[in-house]
């Protein structure tokens, strides 16, 4: 596992994908830099999430908020008062943790034995193997299963001001090590807020405190009457924004996972009070959609419902995915209930309000929330398409299987050779296509060598021209999950592409 995690890391970086920040100076820790292929696919997963929210929902639209709001926004939605992690130092290596992390790792390590079984059984009874029987019989399983979920349980408990003594029992009783040193001495659990600070203004005096804002969503709230209103939305509707926002994480580990700086993408959906739990089951069905046509294997998400929630939720749950480090959460849905527009209206003295017309009155709406880190879903679309393949011919390829239409690049052209007039014909076909398409070209090397560097950096397909296309104007297009290679006419290439990699 830890090898597949740096195999990730290794290949993002040598292809362009991620590199450490302002990394010539050794780094800043938890926060990386896109590389060349890395802004592509983020920039097609934003494009992705868009138009499925956006563009295909009549009565969702879009808003782009500010990252400095007034200093009051954060006061009123309680992030002053309760973005708080638990942290925990030991004693004797003088390192800190966050307390719940060191526990929920605990308890992925006993979910990691029973997948274990899990899978022995699995290669000992192959096809007649019944995995929901084994599950549910297999007494070790049951064991493990029953663990983890009395941890999770209690810690969720334990989350509280009031419990936090609670979290330090409970990492004692697990008998948790510290990471690093080994040693079990720990100091009691402390809160710490998460947000950044910052000053407005130019002189010390005068300045006035500002936060770079610790979540997308309160630049919607904060607008919920001007778009509601200038876009005159009927309830139901939605607002959608992708945006950075900021953490001070203290924990940097887990590569992109868990950053200081990051972007959200994140729908505010309004509905009438009382309907939440319907629209909230709604969201859930539409996400899951949503993640189920990217292909990247059913086996990889897992639902959690919350049983605790926070102070403003009435449901909440969260899409999980197999990261390289395990089953981490990648989406959280929540039904806020009118939490947030109260909490403004109070602060802010301003209605935040809609007057249903079929009700005939005025109320505040309920919310319904999907947010997903898109860092998290670049590092889910990323792992999970990386592959060592064996090939029949007894050689291998690393691949980089991305779903078609997330690819960077979606075709690279190649002249067989650098002569003859054929880079000249490839480089027509880059004008005639990168109109509608991103284009790489590659005349370097052999044949083979090319396509090996392109299956790495996931592009699917490659185009060559050689001294036949001279004659009778075709070339051979080359898939990268399949290999096949087939003849075809260059004025077809367009719809090949097309095909594939059209939303
Ligand atoms: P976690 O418990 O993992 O810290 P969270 O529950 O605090 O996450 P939310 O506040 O619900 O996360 O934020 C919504 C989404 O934003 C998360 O599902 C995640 O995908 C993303 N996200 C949150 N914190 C980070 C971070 N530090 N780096 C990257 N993405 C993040």
């Known amino acids: ?111 990691q034995k029973a997948q274990k079984e899990i899978a022995k059984a699995r290669k000992r009874f192959g096809d007649k193997f019944d995995e929901e029987e084994f599950i549910t019989t297999n007494p070790r399983v049951i064991r493990y299963k029953k663990e983890e979920k009395e941890i999770l ?54 300045a006035t405190d500002l936060y770079l804002r610790p979540e997308t969503a309160q630049g919607i709230f904060v607008n919920f009457a001007n778009v509601q209103k200038t876009g005159r939305m009927k309830i139901p509707f939605g607002i959608a924004q992708i945006g950075k926002a900021f953490r001070n994480e203290i924990v940097a580990r887990q590569f992109i996972f868990r950053q200081r700086e990051f972007e959200q993408m994140e729908m505010q959906f309004f509905v009438r009070p009382g309907e939440e739990l319907k629209w909230f089951e709604h969201w859930k069905e539409t996400r899951q959609n949503w993640h189920a046509s990217l292909g990247l294997g059913e086996e990889n998400y897992r639902f959690h419902d919350h049983e605790k929630m926070a102070h403003y939720a009435n449901a909440a749950t969260d899409i999980e995915f197999n990261f390289p480090f ?98 000249e014909i490839a480089q027509q076909i880059v004008e005639d296509l990168q109109w509608d398409f991103n284009i790489t070209y590659d005349e370097k090397d052999a044949v083979g060598r090319r396509y090996r560097r392109q299956d790495a950096a ?18 051979t297009i080359r898939h990268r999950d399949t290999m096949e290679q087939k003849r075809v006419p260059i004025s077809e290439l367009k719809n090949i592409i097309a095909k594939e990699v059209d939303f």
């Open 326 to 423: 395990g089953f981490k959460e990648l989406e959280g849905i929540h039904s806020r209930t009118d939490f947030d527009l109260k909490a403004h209206e109070k602060h802010s003295g301003k209605k935040l309000q809609f007057f249903d017309p079929e009700m005939n009155k005025n109320y505040v709406p309920y919310v319904i929330e999907t947010s997903i880190g898109l860092d998290r879903m670049f590092l889910a679309v990323f792992s999970s398409s990386l592959k060592d393949e064996e090939l029949e011919d007894g050689s291998s390829r690393t691949v980089l299987k991305l779903p078609a239409i997330l690819a960077p690049y979606k075709a690279a052209i190649f002249p067989l050779v650098k002569k003859d007039g054929l880079p």
């Open 153 to 206: 349980e209690r810690l969720a408990k334990s989350l509280t001001e009031e419990n936090l003594a609670d979290v330090k029992a409970l990492i004692e009783e697990l008998g948790i090590a510290c990471p690093e040193s080994g040693s079990k001495n720990w100091t009691d659990v402390k809160q710490f807020n998460l947000m950044f600070g910052t000053k407005l203004g130019a002189s010390a005096d005068s």
């Open 1 to 111: 596992q830890d090898d597949t995690f740096k195999q990730v890391i290794a290949h993002a970086k040598e292809y362009g994908y991620i590199f450490s920040s302002s990394e010539i100076y050794d780094g800043l820790s938890a926060v990386y830099d896109y590389g060349q292929n890395g802004a592509e696919l983020k920039k097609n997963i934003k494009e992705y999430w868009w138009k499925s929210m956006v563009q295909l929902h009549q009565n969702i639209v879009g808003l782009d908020a500010a990252i400095l709001m007034h200093p009051t926004t954060w006061k009123a939605s309680g992030h002053v008062d309760a973005f708080n992690d638990p942290l925990i130092d030991n004693k004797d290596s003088k390192k800190r943790y966050r307390a719940d992390v060191l526990v929920e790792d605990h308890a992925e390590k006993i979910n």
């Open 458 to 475: 996931g592009t699917p397909f490659c185009i060559t021209i050689d001294h036949e296309t001279k004659e009778d104007n075709q070339v």
